[in-house]
């Protein structure tokens, strides 16, 4: 339950007085549900309004604050012309301009003859002063409230800077006072404001430096952030911890059996994971494991040696994957080295028929089976495990997958261990706030024999060479991807652009040019999908919706449109379809021209390099933690207010101070665990108490 303390900030942001449907949506999508968002809406700029001239001194392009008298209204005489209202002081006159402006409003707001304090931006036009739809127009008697200095703030379509800083004001006006909740030596050391005072502070900023993010009012509003990050990744960890756990020890004849069979050579990475893993699935503790590598790099054939070492402990694993479709690419890869071993692996999956589905169910139940592989739905359904000794999920890009597993974790008397597979290079840095203290192994290498793949750019205007291109692969019996950008506010052009793109190539290659895009249901994308890998198509055209792990080896080259709308690590994931077998592979990246900064800085990173780390941490620098690999979405957390590019050690400190107060228990027992909890709240993270430890 919700302290009651945070009752008034955690009311919905349409609350507030003046909020009607229109600005309710705006408001939302700007800031989020809560009157509390709007705090973590911070100013990214200040406006002086110290500067008040009389009319004839003032300057050209400065913002100016100015008493003056109305004299005379000019109401506009057509729509479209502007409605005008010259004013006077003894030095000169000037016009107030508005487009659109409301006749009725205006007369109110202005009265012949009146004194009133005015402030905007001072421009010419035909050699007379004006200034246009000024942003504060106030009577005489209350100029003492016009600010001096004015916050600005990010601001989407609809929203004016008056509208929001109001909305942010009323927000901030409810802050409660809250016990300190930080600890008090350390916060004594760092020299920090209080919660209520960094907020006032940050939203009411008196210079340049005030929007520095180094500012204390700012650190510690991050630091906030960050401890509540780590204290809820902390808290999940720990109840992943179990008392005791499986020990399963290497089983050399059959571990010797799978290397024998495999045909290639594991990569130098590829066998200290296995040694990793085989260690920790080895000792009576229980694992957690992150297994992370960029697409390709190999990571099924060591989750491959880690179920053996189980099946040689006669214990069942169970395999996830995030669609049917990789499920079944799991499978069929894995399989022959299964039976070559002896060991006997099935797939279940929502297509299994009713029979066979009984069938695999009782085989699991009395242990016939050693390994399963399936979607996520596995561990929600029903399915009960004879011994089920280790788990591997793959977790591809959505992430989070494992936080609902630990729900039903704790309780069981010899939980499996687990493998985390992860594609996504995560920085160092959003590791450690994504996945906590987790173990993690690497595959850094590629698989022998790769070629690199060769990056093109090149304007839009140049896409009959791509054309050309594209004929000659698909002669050779090679197959292509054509991507075409989807773009949010757009479904519907951006859908149109990949139909369109569909049809031309139709023209040409027949029924060998499939395409897929969001709006298929489930079913009928991952049967073209499968056409694609297994079938006679040689070209899928498709919106960015291309399944992230599916391994078709035949596909040599690949085609962006519209690249430049596409960020870093989206676009190397994307590349990442191609180059997966010996043969040569090719990447186009069509752009718009002109480039912007930016997407220009993007291009040639990737051309530069093919190392998702290196690409993902340079995504970090060009676009802020927030942004990277569509955050949101993918459940990386998304920090509101800390910047993990700079707060580096503040995390570090953040994650100490997390395992301090976890190890003391000091949520359970002490006053400032009674404010940590309140500060779990604050930032939505109010989840992770419920594996909290009573008493
Ligand atoms: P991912 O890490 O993306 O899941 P996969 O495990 O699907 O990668 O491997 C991609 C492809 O590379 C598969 O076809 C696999 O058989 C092959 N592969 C894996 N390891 C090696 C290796 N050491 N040498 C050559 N090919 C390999
Ligand atoms: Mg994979």
Redesign the pocket.
Known sequence: MRPKILEQLFKPIETTRGIGPRLKIRLKYLIGENLVDLLWHLPNNIIDRSYNPTISKAEKDRIVTIKATVLKHFPSKRRGLPYKVTVIDETGEIDLVWFNGRKQYLQDLLPIGETLVVSGKLEFYKKKKQIIHPQHIVSDEKSHNLPNIEAVYGLTQGLTNKVISNHIKRAVDIVPDFSEWQDKEFFKKMNWPSFLESIKTVHNPKHEDDLDHKNTSKQRLAYDELLANQLSLGLLAKNFEAPTGQSMSKNIKLMDSLYKN??????NS?KVAIEEISQDLEKPSRMIRLLQ???????????LAAIFQVSGNNKQSAMMAPTELLAR??YE?LKDLCFKSNINIEILTGKTKRLERERILDDLKNGKISIILGTHALFQEKVLFNNLGLVII?EQHRFGVHQRLSLTSKNSLDPPDIVI?S?TPIPRTLELTAYGSMQVSR?LD?????KPIKTIAKPLSKVNEAMLSLERLINKGEKAYWVCPLIEESEKIDLAAAVDRYNSLKIIYKDRVALVHGKMSVEEREETMKDFKYGNKSILVATTVIEV?I?V?DATFIIIEHSERFGLSQLHQLR?RVG??DKPSSCLLLYKSPLGENAKKRIETLRKTDDGFVIAEEDLMLRGAGEVLGTRQSGLPYFKIANLSTDRELLEVARNDANYIIESNILNKTDRGENLKILLHLFNKEDALKYLDAG
């Open positions: 495999i045909p290639f050579e594991l990569t590829q590598g960029d697409v390709g790099s190999g990571k099924t054939i060591v989750a690419q799991h890869s793959d597979m594609a595959l590629k698989p022998m024999g790769r792990g391994d080896p990442g997966r077998s």
